[in-house]
Every structure is written in structure tokens, then in C-alpha cells.
């Protein structure tokens, strides 16, 4: 009986978790913020980030109701590139937004590092990704902030 009770309650606590999961997993994926960029949801106010037509990083601070917010004590720093000789992109505020001192290097699917900070000094947010600058067929966003889900379909072929 006690075996039966401890398999019992570990089956619940498993499927609480997965379903608490899934839910996490659904309410922050497959968003792009109002420019069409990547959306940063794990940190308030949530961030955007966007590459402009001249290949500079664009980064908003967006609220619950996907409105663009005036820029705070943020500190927002992106390593961008080949691991080996990565580009360290710095930002200046900008009216609403915060703009990168460069260009994002040559390429495609890079290596990216979004550090986010409260203010200086606190405890960085990090977020990583492949930045593919490629235009995704199915939505109007670029693959980095792509809000469909053409590539799960690859996925389940494997399973």
C-alpha cells in the first residue's frame, strides 16, 4: 500500500510539473514584439530585440500589453559572432529604444548573447540564440523572431 501511495503521488507531481511546463512553455513561445523582432520574456519589462535595415540591434522595452516603454536604469550588453572573435555590441538610448554602437558581422545563424540587468550592478538575465537573418516563408518575421511553427514538423518526423 505505502509503495502504491508514494508511485500514486510521484505520478501526480510528474504530470503537475509537465503541465505547469507546457503552459510556461505556451504563454512565452512563439512571440515577436511589436517591431517583428525577438521577444525576451524573462525579464519585466520584457525586451525586444530587432536588427534594423543597417544591421544594428534595436532594443525595446515592452509591457504586459505589448506597448513600447521609455527606457529605464537597463543595461543591455550582446555578444554577437564566431566564439573565437566574438563582436561586443554596446547601446546608446535612442528616443524609445536603445541602438547598438555597431553592425551585426557577416553571416548568418551566429552565435547570440543578450545580457539584460535591472540596473548596473544587478544580477544579469542572459538569453541565447542563433541570430539567422533569414526571412521566415511562412510569417512575416525574420527566422530569429519567427512566431509560426514550420520547423516543428522536422521535429516529429524523428520522434
Given at each position: ?5 508514494t508511485t500514486t503521488l510521484?505520478t501526480l507531481a510528474l ?7 507546457d503552459k ?6 512563439n ?15 520584457h525586451v525586444e ?6 544591421k544594428?540591434?534595436?532594443i525595446?522595452?515592452i509591457?504586459d ?7 529605464g536604469?537597463q543595461?543591455i ?10 563582436t ?6 535612442d528616443g524609445?529604444?536603445l541602438v547598438s554602437?555597431?553592425?551585426v ?7 547570440t ?5 535591472e540596473k548596473a550592478?544587478?544580477?544579469a538575465?542572459?538569453?541565447k540564440f ?11 518575421n525574420?527566422?530569429?523572431a519567427c512566431t509560426?511553427?514550420h520547423?516543428?514538423e522536422?521535429e516529429e518526423?524523428k520522434?
Amino acid at each position: 500500500m505505502k509503495k502504491l501511495l508514494t508511485t500514486t503521488l510521484l505520478t501526480l507531481a510528474l504530470a503537475f510539473t509537465a503541465s505547469a511546463a507546457d503552459k510556461d512553455k505556451h504563454d512565452h513561445e512563439n512571440k515577436a514584439g511589436p517591431t517583428g523582432g525577438r521577444l525576451i520574456t524573462e525579464v519585466e519589462p520584457h525586451v525586444e530585440f530587432f536588427v534594423n535595415k543597417d544591421k544594428k540591434v534595436e532594443i525595446r522595452f515592452i509591457n504586459d500589453e505589448m506597448k513600447v516603454v521609455a527606457p529605464g536604469a537597463q543595461v543591455i550588453s550582446v555578444t554577437v559572432g564566431d566564439r573565437s572573435a566574438p563582436t561586443k555590441l554596446s547601446f546608446t538610448k535612442d528616443g524609445d529604444k536603445l541602438v547598438s554602437d555597431k553592425t551585426v558581422p557577416e553571416g548568418n545563424d551566429l552565435p547570440t548573447v543578450v545580457q539584460i540587468r535591472e540596473k548596473a550592478g544587478a544580477k544579469a538575465v542572459n538569453e541565447k540564440f542563433n541570430l539567422n537573418l533569414d526571412q521566415c516563408p511562412t510569417c512575416k518575421n525574420k527566422e530569429y523572431a519567427c512566431t509560426c511553427a514550420h520547423g516543428d514538423e522536422k521535429e516529429e518526423k524523428k520522434k
